[in-house]
T-cell receptor, first 112, second 111 residues
Framework: DARVTQTPRHKVTEMGQEVTMRCQPI?????VFWYRQTMMQGLELLAY????????DSGMPKDRFSAEMPDATLATLKIQPSEPRDSAVYFC??????????FGPGTRLLVL | DAKTTQPPSMDCAEGRAANLPCNHS???????VYWYRQIHSQGPQYIIH???NNETNEMASLIITEDRKSSTLILPHATLRDTAVYYC????????????FGTGTSLTVIP
């Protein structure tokens, strides 16, 4: 049963620290999405990749967030420096082109 | 992508059918209707999608009206584990096209 995996599942850090979240998409999927979910804003798209190339990262605060795909099996989302308002659940999703997205379990981030 | 309208919450008795409505009156001809659900503290889970015809899988049935302006997700025999937020989304199948998740319907299955 192929699944999207995300690490870490939980992260508590202090304001100003760097946070790195990792995602392993389902093998064979060539689109990868990063979402953020908060109570106030719901699910928001931060960035997405196709064939490892970024297609849209307009949802990300550019000064502190960065997303990359070093290879087809790994996507990363970094926050540097982190702020308390970044506290949220971050989801990664993957999918074949033009089809259903499959979500990972999320990384729950708390910035103190 | 077209906007969707869903009731904020619904209750359903365990074992009964849960019928979740969705209005998408501005849907265009090439837009599909997707349903996802999110159980507390988990990632959104794909349920079903369709374009014009009714669809059924092991999880649910999707009924789309002939004019495609509304649809209903049917969980035939709701269980307590079906308690979740259900999202109705319309989108085209352009490569990389994102899903716009609204506020969804919070379904509570009552014992």
């Amino acid at each position: 049963d192929a699944r999207v995996t995300q690490t870490p599942r939980h992260k508590v850090t202090e304001m100003g620290q760097e946070v790195t979240m990792r995602c392993q998409p389902i093998l064979g999927h060539n689109t990868v999405f990063w979402y953020r979910q908060t109570m106030m804003q719901g699910l928001e798209l931060l960035a997405y990749f196709r064939n490892r190339a970024p297609l849209d990262d307009s949802g990300m605060p550019k000064d502190r967030f960065s997303a990359e795909m070093p290879d087809a099996t790994l996507a990363t989302l970094k926050i540097q420096p982190s702020e308390p308002r970044d506290s949220a659940v971050y989801f990664c999703a993957s999918g074949p082109p033009s089809e259903t997205q499959y979500f990972g379990p999320g990384t729950r981030l708390l910035v103190l | 992508d077209a906007k969707t309208t869903q009731p904020p919450s619904m209750d359903c008795a365990e074992g009964r059918a849960a019928n979740l409505p969705c209005n998408h009156s501005t849907i265009s001809g090439n837009e599909y209707v997707y349903w996802y659900r999110q159980i507390h503290s988990q990632g959104p889970q794909y349920i079903i999608h369709g374009l014009k015809n009714n669809e059924t899988n092991e999880m649910a049935s999707l009924i789309i009206t002939e004019d495609r302006k509304s649809s209903t997700l049917i969980l035939p025999h709701a269980t307590l584990r079906d308690t979740a937020v259900y999202y109705c989304i319309v989108r085209t199948l352009s490569t990389g096209n994102q899903f716009y998740f609204g506020t969804g319907t919070s379904l509570t299955v009552i014992p």
